[in-house]
């Protein structure tokens, strides 16, 4: 029985491990089934935790286009806008473009149109732009004088000094003058065909900033203003000695008439006709001058002088003058100014200043003329006590036919030519002259001129 | 007097002022003649020689310049003071080239400055 039971027993136990293993061996086929499956779907997950990343990242770089795209269409939208403005400012500036080139084109028809030629020539005074005037009245055509200066135009008579003082002068030394507006001159010109014209000639410099950019010469045809100066030149010779002659014989009968025995009164009334008469003479001379130097006719003819006899000449010309009106004279001249001027000339300009200062000088008054040397220069001074010049009018003090406005009233002698001449003649013999004066207090002519001339 | 009186020779075509030249020149020690155009001048230069020559420049048919030359061809050497109104540079120096010793504008002066004048050229 134990033994049967045993073996019974065993046969289960074996039945039941038989079982056991298999029931195992099942559980172990389906660990490893599962464990398979369990890794497939790490695997997936991976997989899927991949994609889900790169999903994002996409989702990212989507979201950055997006930004950049809106930020591309705002641009572009500004963008757009500024372009629609700058277009409208280009119209804008065309109208105004097209307003100037109209401006410039009228310029450049009236400057094409002038009766007077035009030139344009850069600062080294090559020309660069002639108008048709010019072109006719020279006779060269733009091409031919492009690159050239105007030396070429000169009459050969012209001195060589002068031209180039007007044309050749150089940009940079005119900068230095700042109000140098323009320069104008009188030259005489050859066409291309050799004949010859008066010409005067302005040079205006164009400058931006100071710096000389080009200039602009007027050339105008003088030769008929010429002639017809030389024929009123002419004209007035001729009709002052029409004058002269008459007044020779009225002059030297009076003259001759002073030194017979006459009463007092016959004696006042010969000596006033005699001073009247000289009085015509000096202003049929001062007309000549004056018509004389219009015309350059007047040259200084320089001699062998002393200044003191000079003055005293003139001084004494004015005696009766000076002693009508109980007017006092200094003079202050060394004895031992010797010059080498034109005498005459010089007695003009002090013939002229003394007279004016007697005459602008109320009865009772003083007069003092004195000179002072300065190396080649002599200074010779007339002062008066007399109504002055007004400041207002000092300026034109040196025109034809200036009067003060507070003479006028007060003397009827003169015709404003004197002082006119004066200026000219003193420049002739190479000189200066300047005045101060103050109203009611007096009148002070200074010039100076050299010693030699 | 030993000394020969010296003669100016007056040409001029105004009567009137070789009146009042004659009248002024009188005062002194010389012998004055005249003519009254550039002809009778000339005239005078061959056949009676003055010391002096005063002349006017402009005169009926034969002018001062002519006299000028006629004294410049005959080489003559007498000092010639212009007395004229015509006053302009042309004048002057042309005159100057004849060697004219004065220049004188007649309506420029009185009578009575001529002799100063004349005296310093007949020394």
Redesign the interface.
């Known amino acids: 029985m134990n033994n049967k039971k045993r073996i019974a027993a065993s046969d289960d136990f074996v039945l039941k491990l038989k079982v056991v293993t298999k029931e195992k061996e099942d559980i172990r086929r389906k660990l490893v089934a599962m464990e398979k499956k369990l890794k497939s779907s790490y695997v997936v997950l991976d997989a899927l935790q991949n994609s889900q990343k790169q999903l994002l990242l996409k989702a990212k770089q989507l979201a950055v286009i997006v930004r950049e795209k809106e930020y591309n269409k705002r641009m572009l939208e500004e963008s757009q806008k500024a372009t629609l403005n700058v277009l409208e400012d280009l119209e804008d500036a065309r109208t105004n473009l097209e307003r100037e080139m109209q401006n410039v084109r009228k310029f450049q028809l009236a400057v094409q149109a002038s009766s007077d030629a035009i030139a344009i020539t850069l600062p080294d005074m090559t020309y660069v732009y002639v108008n048709p005037a010019w072109s006719t009245l020279t006779g060269y055509s733009l091409q031919e004088v492009q690159n050239k200066t105007p030396i070429f135009l000169m009459s050969d008579t012209i001195p060589k000094a002068l031209i180039s003082h007007f044309f050749a002068r150089n940009a940079e030394e005119e900068e230095e003058e700042e109000e140098a507006v323009f320069q104008s001159d009188q030259f005489i010109f050859k066409r291309k065909d050799g004949n010859e014209y008066d010409v005067e000639v302005t040079k205006y410099a164009i400058r931006e900033k100071m710096a000389v950019t080009f200039y602009v010469t007027i050339h105008r045809d003088i030769t008929y203003r010429k002639r017809m100066d030389r024929i009123k030149t002419e004209f007035v010779s001729l009709a002052s000695h029409q004058l002269r002659s008459p007044l020779t014989e009225i002059r030297w009968a009076l003259s001759h008439l002073k030194q017979e025995k006459l009463t007092d009164e016959q004696m006042t009334i010969v000596t006033n006709a005699h001073t009247a008469s000289r009085h015509m003479a000096d202003t049929i001379k001062s007309i000549l001058i004056i018509s004389n130097i219009d015309t350059g006719q007047i040259q200084p003819d320089p001699v062998d002088t002393k200044l003191h006899t000079i003055i005293d000449d003139v001084v004494r010309f004015y005696d009766v003058m000076q002693q009508k009106k109980n007017i006092r004279l200094n003079i202050d001249c060394p004895q031992n100014i010797h010059m080498h001027t034109d005498d005459q000339l010089l007695k003009e300009i002090l013939s002229n200043l003394l007279s004016n200062a007697y005459k602008y000088t109320p009865d009772g008054g003083s007069v003092h003329i004195f000179v002072k040397q300065e190396k080649e220069y002599v200074n010779i001074n007339v002062a008066d006590t007399g109504y002055g010049i007004p400041y207002s009018e000092q300026k034109r003090v040196s025109e034809k036919f200036f009067r003060g406005s507070n003479i006028v009233d007060k003397e009827e002698e003169g015709n404003g030519i004197g002082l006119n001449m004066v200026y000219a003649l003193v420049k002739r013999l190479g000189g200066t002259i300047s005045f101060v004066s103050q109203k009611n207090k007096g009148t002070t002519f200074s010039f100076i001129i050299p010693f030699s001339l | 007097m030993n000394k020969r009186q010296k003669h100016i020779l007056v040409a001029e075509d ?1 009567t ?2 070789v009146d ?1 030249m004659r ?2 020149l009188s005062k002194h020690d010389v012998r004055v003649s005249s003519a009254f155009n550039g002809k009778e001048a000339i005239n005078l230069l061959d056949t009676d020689p003055p010391d002096l020559l005063l002349l006017d420049l ?1 005169m009926p048919h034969v002018d001062g310049y002519a006299v000028l030359q006629h004294r410049k061809d005959k080489k003559s050497r007498f000092p010639v003071v212009v007395c004229s ?5 042309v004048n ?1 120096d042309k005159c100057k080239e004849f060697g004219v010793k004065e220049y004188l ?4 002066m ?3 400055q001529l002799w100063p004048i004349l005296e310093k050229y007949l020394r």
């Open positions: 105004d009137f002022l009042m009248k002024v402009l109104n015509l006053s302009d540079k002057r504008i007649k309506s420029d009185d009578d009575e």
